[in-house]
């Protein structure tokens, strides 16, 4: 980014070092006034934003088909190119949990549900009436039986579900970052240890994950407008559209990556896919739990 006014001062303001230029040699600062004028700051905003838009934009149409071209891209050093894929995932993280939200979906199992909650509410006095599940009182679970017990005089068995979801919903970002690692660290199992370092596989790791997270924001707004419109049928159908495209991108990723046969890539690509929907399955075992014991 060019413009301001550069100072009569050449000492960088930010390390001292002697300033020849416009751009401090030592630490890459520019050298201008630091008291600017309204439109240099918005030209300065404009540009810089811009440049972002640029590289954030053409990454958001790899994401959509071929995740590992970003990962090719990076790995080969052409690092300015594209936003750098920490940032990405944060950046589209977020707006995932944002979205995901306000796109918010009632399908027929969240009608059937709130048709119960309001059957319960006229049919029962006492709230807690309705949760009727028990756990036996021994030691190692009797905190979660009083948890249930205490829950139960204040919500209706609905009621404390949904809760849960809430719940599980504002702790699944950190439980998925938290994931990343563990998806990487199977990437680095099946593949050549000598070849492929584990940060190699955590840079797919991370654009691999924002693209799954992009896909589904984008199936949820989809959704969205679809069952507004009353069109039941067109969402199902999209949704299996999405898990055969998601599962497809997931091996052509693999087989983009790495380089190996389409025969080892389809085994060992299985063997992932199901190691990985298995510590998934524990991470949302726990975090159901964890939820569980949050809500009050």
């Known amino acids: 980014m060019s413009g301001g006014h550069l100072r009569t001062n050449t000492s960088c303001e930010n ?33 810089d934003f811009t440049h972002y838009e640029n590289g954030f934009w053409k990454a958001m149409k790899y994401l959509l088909y071929s995740p590992v071209t970003l990962t090719k891209t990076y790995l080969e050093g052409k690092r300015k190119k594209f936003v750098v894929p920490v940032k990405l995932f944060i950046f589209i993280n977020f707006i995932f949990f944002l979205l995901f939200g306000v796109f918010k979906v009632d399908t027929k199992e969240e009608v059937h549900v709130k048709d119960l909650e309001v059957t319960n509410k006229t049919n029962i006095d006492n709230k807690g009436a309705n949760f009727d599940f028990e756990i036996d009182k021994d030691n190692s679970l009797y905190f979660l039986q009083d ?30 970052f938290f994931y990343l690692p563990i998806f990487a660290f199977l990437l680095w199992l099946f593949h050549n240890k000598r070849r492929w370092w584990f ?8 654009h691999f994950f924002s693209s799954l997270l992009l896909l589904l924001l984008l199936s949820r707004i989809f959704s969205f407008i679809v069952m507004r419109l009353h069109l039941d049928v067109l969402d199902d159908f999209t949704d299996l559209i999405l898990f055969v495209y998601l599962l497809v991108l997931f091996y052509k990723s693999i087989y983009q990556m790495y380089l190996e046969s389409k025969w080892k890539t389809f085994v060992k690509g299985t063997f992932l896919l199901l190691l990985n929907l298995f510590f998934l399955g524990i991470m949302l075992s726990f975090l159901v739990l964890l939820s569980f014991i949050l809500i009050h």
Do not use: W
């Open 147 to 176: 948890k249930i017990d205490n829950l139960s005089k204040k919500y209706t068995k609905e009621e404390i579900l949904k809760k849960i979801g809430e719940e599980m919903y504002r702790q699944l970002p950190k439980a998925l």
């Open 199 to 206: 940060f190699e596989h955590g840079i797919f790791t991370f």
């Open 15 to 47: 390390c001292g070092q002697e300033v020849l230029l416009r751009f401090c040699p030592n630490c890459g600062q520019e050298n201008v006034e630091t008291r600017q004028s309204f439109h240099y700051l918005f030209t300065h905003f404009i540009e």
